[in-house]
């Protein structure tokens, strides 16, 4: 029998126990959320794997035990990993390991290839289509690994465990006046996770994806080996480990670029066509002229383009040079708009009240004076991530999205938003750039960086509300579908492509990518037990 | 259509509608500590989601510091604090808890005595066993006549704490009194919470803003002073408070125990059995956290507790709110 949780050494026993009956049924059956209405007739695209069959898992509990490494098999540790954020995938470990150190992982994963068990690799769980959740095997806890081991103010880098949620590594960087340069804004994803995934923030239309500010990487390979890699060394594992979605190895400890924190001068500027919010949004980013941009619909006709600056330099560089060559409205003047809009629409005046209260609801989100100080926006990230959290969040979250070139990004959009509004009465559509490195062409192959961008990458995420509404899983995934449809129509690819999704991988990237990609696999993961079905 | 607005006028929420976010993991000592999500309230909730025993969490329950930093993070608006007394309901009894249990029994059945005073300090047992520093926060709160200090309360925290059923009859003794004071101020955290719900239009402060609303306190506070929040009273009463400490800030220029949420860094860890000194405390981890990277020159505290693990852990003088004001102003 394989270790158990042992409490004891935590507290003594204030309390004896007693087992104790469910408080309230109902409680479980309200989490339900998978409605009735399955529809009929709809092409299913999805892929969500069968269970893993629990062989030799015996033996490869006992080659854990005779490491020291603790597995947990209980149901409350598997069950708290049963879904991820996107809560539309379950699955249950056979058991969970929290990771501890390189040398664990590196134990854990030999033994994983010998008894061929496959290992799901979770940092902050923040996958919508099940990546991060494992179907049978073990699910490896990254989120024990998270130190931060050195802080370089001098070189303006930081050396971290790969566990760590993006908002631990700001609280300790904060403490000496820094800050990291772009994260997922929701301050739960995994240092790990991310450089394996992309990373897009406000800022990426300047200093590109999170998983650009990667300098190197400790790596745990699939068969065990403890690597370090870069640019320079072990390029090849770097070029796959990065943006390379768990694949090829465990990212156990990062290497980042950093900078000094600044708080931010922040201005919104609201339009009534996406269209043109979009070509603003481009003209800004290729011209330098903003150092934080980003697109947030309230509706298709209420447009919120974000723009900010670290410095008032910039921000007057902006007034002088560019304010003007932006077509989007302040408040006021947006205000207006909408009135004459109203009052010429009568009929649509239920339209005008969700507007209303989403802005009475969401705006002081933005300005809470806590994080405001003489004018300047303290603390970015958080604002921004809290309001996601308690805007967007819920049990269940279904993002599909879709990365295009720059050139083909308004249709993306249009097409995009055209599918959201055939599916859910109120969604959201988050659009962003992302500066790419020509130098690290190598790492984008098989990746969210479209194929054919050159400069800028563009990614925009669609987002329905779904509040207390009910839809049936296939209702989903139709609507994902026929998102992800359009990415495969433009040439495009997708942030969230794995998962259940990984039957688009073919389509989008073609046989010949996938292929050499497949056999790279093979080599480094022979039994193919790390993040099994996430890809491949 | 307007479903979706969805902490607008919402209740409180449980365990069921626990989303997995982890931004309680964020501000929990317990996971600072630990590294282990099944210690904290995601831990429980979504182990409770998906087919958890529920004599399982008896760990995480136990082990909780009930600093109440989570609840206003969560973005479901979980009463966190509520299930987690609610479990530790659940739990068998020990011995002592059933001897407090009898001694607020054999105490309600006592007659009440009548105030002698309009306001009351209720305090807790690190402030009553420094009578000096006590003596000065009733002196600065309006004086021996006007104020009256009572430890009536050390049971029922106790027995709030540990999740115990407080009966009415009991709770009535208790509040009694209390309806009859123009201002309630309360030493511990978690009693505040609880006494504002029982009395909801009584005038009820936390001990740490009363002392620090005080000129002759604020007047000497300055710009090189880490000023350390008491983390319950402060998450109690977060929205308000969150606003009262920044404009202290402004106006004052102290750094606080806030991380870059706003949530108050504990600067102890303890459990309810170290706090009753069943076990060792380990308080390390948590003062260094708080200390962390801090350019200061002194450490003021609201809560005597947190002075003597800061003291011990820092060479900065390290005082509290009481004895901060001039003499002759005391
Ligand atoms: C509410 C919400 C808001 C979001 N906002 C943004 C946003 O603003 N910008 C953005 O870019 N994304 C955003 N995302 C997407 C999310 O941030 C990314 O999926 C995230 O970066 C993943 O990080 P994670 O730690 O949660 O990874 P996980 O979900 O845990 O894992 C992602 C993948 O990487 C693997 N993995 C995890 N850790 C490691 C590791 N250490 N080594 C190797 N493989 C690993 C997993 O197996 C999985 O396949 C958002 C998601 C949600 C739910
Ligand atoms: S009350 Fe404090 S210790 Fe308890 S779960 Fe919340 S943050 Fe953790
Ligand atoms: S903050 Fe609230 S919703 Fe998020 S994981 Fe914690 S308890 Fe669950």
New interface residues.
Partial sequence: MAKSIDTGTMISETFQRKVIEPSTPSAYSDSCHVGPDALLGIKRQQTNPTRWNGQSWQEFAAALRDHDIELRENIAARGTFATDAGGTAYGLPHGVVIARSAAQVSALLKAAQQFRVPVTVRGGGLTTEGESVAFGGVLLDMTGMSQVLHVDTDALTVRTEGGIFWHSLAEELRRHGMDYLSAPLNLTSSVGGTLGVGGIDVNSPRLGCSADQALSVQVVTPRGNIVECSDTQNAELFQRVILGYGQFGVITEATLKIRRYTPLRMHYFYYDSLRIAVEDMQLLNRNDASDYSGILTIMDCAVNLLVAFDSDEREAAFRANWQSHLRGHGEPGFALCMLRRYVLRPWKLPEAWFLFQRKRELFPEFRRSEYMRDGLMHDRTVVFSRAVWKFWGSKQMVIPDLATSAEKFVEAVERGNAVCRKYFPHYTLYCVGIKLRPEHKAHYEMSCIPPDAEGWAYGCEFEPMIGGQVYSRDYFQSFKNAIYDIGVDLGGSYYRFGGMMKGYIRRVFGDEVVDRHLAMKREADPAMILNRDVIF | ????????FSPRR??????????C??VCPVWRQ??????TP???F??M???????????SV??CTLCMACEP?C??NIDITGTIL???R?????LWLRELQTRIAERAAKPVASPTASSILLTDQALLAHPDTLARAVRLLGGEGAISTSGDCFDISLALEAGATISEQHRERFLTPLRQMKKIIVADGLLLRYLKQWLPYASIIGLGEALSGHAGVRRNLCATDLYVIEPRAYHSDYQRL??YY?RLR?THGCAFNL????IAIPATAR???QR?G??MPNDEGQTRWVL???SINRIVVENLEERAALEKASSFPVVHLADLADVHEV
């Fill in positions: 259509m307007l479903g979706f607005f969805k902490n607008a449980d365990h069921a509608d626990c989303s997995g976010c982890s931004l993991l964020l630990s590294r282990d999500i099944s210690l995601q831990g429980h979504k182990a989601q998906h087919g958890l025993s529920t004599a399982d969490p008896a760990a136990e082990n993070v973005p479901e609610e479990l530790r659940q739990l068998s009894a020990p969150v606003k920044d402004v991380d870059l949420q706003r459990n309810l059995s009753l069943l076990t962390h990277g801090r």
